[in-house]
């Protein structure tokens, strides 16, 4: 199956700081990736869907001024936490669409362990 | 719009057991069911899926689930867990035809005890 790999796999920063997280398909194009966060013992909610030259698509309550995503090429998508808070402390988990048929299997990075102090 | 329920959020089962997660979904158009299996501090990985065709489809590692048109539920079962199978475990639904986003269910921690 593609590879996907994200970093970094965990970050501690200070609040008011931003935080950038890359997320790369390592043996093929991905022209969309998603962006997912996961709080403890919860499940993954989609934040937002990137795509690769042009802007990103946000789920509803995200915040596209805090969360900046950036798709500029067909191997790496950033998602970028700004002025992060301790509240914004979450797993957060990258993946893209693949294999057959019709690209229907997802393939997940690792997952950047995120926690604001 | 499409949801998934997993109505177990924790299954206790001792080694060797049965175990099934129920995972079921609502979707007023034709979809795609998936389970994914995650690893404390991991990101997911593909454990089966359904797309068409056998409504029973089987992974390498003795899991199989069953698509329930009917009961729209796609119900994930193992005849005889390992201590290996902890884990949470992610029922996902898409809409069928291709490149779409997953919805996930709120996940089921099954923990397989000696």
């Known amino acids: 199956g593609a590879v996907v790999s994200q970093h970094p796999s965990w970050v501690i920063c200070k609040s008011g700081t931003s935080v950038k997280i890359e997320c790369r398909s390592l043996d093929f194009q991905a022209t969309t990736m998603f962006w997912y966060r996961q709080f403890p013992k919860q499940s993954l909610m989609l934040m937002a869907t990137s795509n690769e030259g042009s802007k990103a698509t946000y789920e509803q309550g995200v915040e596209k001024d805090k969360f900046l995503i950036n798709h500029a090429s067909l191997t790496l998508s950033t998602l970028t936490v700004t002025s992060a808070h301790p509240e914004d402390s979450s797993f957060y988990i990258c993946?893209?669409?693949?294999?057959?048929?019709?690209?229907?299997?997802?393939?997940f990075g690792q997952g950047t362990r995120l926690t604001v102090v | 719009a499409q949801s998934v329920t997993q109505l177990d959020s924790q299954v206790p089962v001792f080694e060797e057991a049965p175990v099934e997660l129920r995972c079921n979904y609502s979707?007023?158009?034709?979809?795609?069911l998936f389970w994914y299996v995650q690893y404390p501090n991991q990101g997911l990985q593909l454990l089966l899926k359904?797309?068409?065709?056998?409504?029973l489809v089987e992974s390498i590692n003795g899991f199989e689930a069953e698509f329930n048109k009917s009961q729209t539920s796609f119900h994930l079962r193992k005849p005889s867990v390992h201590i290996s199978d902890t884990a949470e475990y992610f029922c996902?639904?898409?809409?069928?035809?291709?490149?779409?986003?997953?919805?996930f269910g709120a996940g089921t921690r099954l923990a397989v005890h000696p």
């Open positions: 996902a639904v898409s809409v069928s035809g291709g490149y779409n986003k997953l919805i």
């Open positions: 359904y797309l068409s065709g056998s409504t």
């Open positions: 979707s007023s158009v034709s979809v795609y």
């Open positions: 993946s893209t669409l693949g294999g057959a048929p019709m690209n229907t299997e997802a393939f």
